[in-house]
Nanobody
Framework: QVQLVESGGGLVQPGGSLTLSCAASGRIFNIDAMSWYRQAPGKQRELVALIASTNIPHYPDSGKGRFTISRDKNTVYLRMNSLKPEDAAVYCC?????????WGQGTQVTVSS
């Protein structure tokens, strides 16, 4: 049984920072990538950062410049700086490995003054 447990979400003021973490446990063979997605109400889920097995990060436009993804063994982190109200969403991590994808339950990030 593979489990992904996210933490670190919460309420932050515009311009603030948060670091999310996602710890994976269980049997995951040959992790290919670990990534973070987000979904805001009424919007599609979007990729914000991905780190490959080579530890090379990839940032789509939504996360570029303000988000940093990192990995320590089976835990993936997302450091978010200069947060904006439009960054508010449920952030979920995904681990891909052995031909499968595993999702966490998500953690809420609220950006508001």
């Amino acid at each position: 049984q593979v489990q992904l447990v996210e933490s670190g979400g919460g309420l932050v003021q515009p311009g603030g920072s948060l670091t999310l973490s996602c710890a994976a446990s269980g049997r995951i063979f040959n992790i290919d990538a670990m990534s973070w997605y987000r979904q805001a109400p009424g919007k599609q889920r979007e990729l914000v950062a991905l780190i490959a097995s080579t530890n090379i990060p990839h940032y789509p436009d939504s996360g570029k410049g303000r988000f940093t993804i990192s990995r320590d063994k089976n835990t993936v982190y997302l450091r978010m700086n200069s947060l904006k109200p439009e960054d508010a969403a449920v952030y979920c991590c995904k681990v891909s490995g052995g031909g499968k994808g595993y999702w966490g339950q998500g953690t809420q990030v609220t950006v508001s003054s």
